[in-house]
């Protein structure tokens, strides 16, 4: 693969699918909060859950994200799929795991503030009445993907 003179690769350009070189500027942007992804991105979403990911199942949002379980902010990452909600920790919490709600059980989102004060928390409450406190950037957006994922 040659790249024009003086680009470089890890920060301008990317592979398609097609093994075709394309300006990240023109590759295809999917409504997630990195300019990209792939094939890979849905394996990671299920690993070590026992999920099937159903055929289709498409990535809808991905994002850093902290999981509040009692007084700790679990560090990790946040994948929406049109199925389920699916958070996987850092190594280095104190609790580690892999936590996942179907998209059907959920009854409704709502921004919440961390700390009082600061508005990038969203609050999921499931249909069994289990809250599930998120921070998050871009909450609104995650809202309303998660609205249109559960129909």
């Given amino acids: 693969m040659t790249l024009p003179t003086g680009q470089m690769a890890p920060r301008q350009y990317l592979l398609d ?13 999917c409504p997630v909060d ?3 992804m792939d094939g890979m991105d849905l394996a990671e979403v299920f690993r070590d859950t026992g999920i099937t990911p159903a055929p289709g199942e498409e990535l ?15 560090g990790g990452r946040l994948w929406l ?16 795991g892999v936590w996942a709600w179907p998209v059907g059980e959920i009854a409704s989102t709502a921004p ?3 700390l009082f004060i600061v508005p990038n928390g969203l609050l999921v409450i499931m249909n069994g009445g289990e809250r599930v406190r998120f921070v ?3 909450r ?3 809202m309303a993907d998660i609205a249109r994922a559960r129909g």
């Avoid at 699918?17 to 942007?29: C, K, T, V």
């Avoid at 809808?60 to 679990?74: H, P, Q």
């Fill in 17 to 29: 699918a097609g093994e075709r070189l394309l300006a990240l500027a023109d590759a295809p942007r």
């Fill in 34 to 36: 990195t300019p990209f």
């Fill in 81 to 96: 799929t049109g199925d389920w909600l699916v958070f996987r920790s850092h190594a280095v919490n104190v609790q580690r």
């Fill in 136 to 138: 998050v950037t871009r």
């Fill in 112 to 114: 919440v503030n961390t």
């Fill in 60 to 74: 809808l949002r991905k994002g850093g994200a902290n999981l509040w379980r009692g007084k700790e902010a679990v």
């Fill in 140 to 142: 609104r957006a995650w």
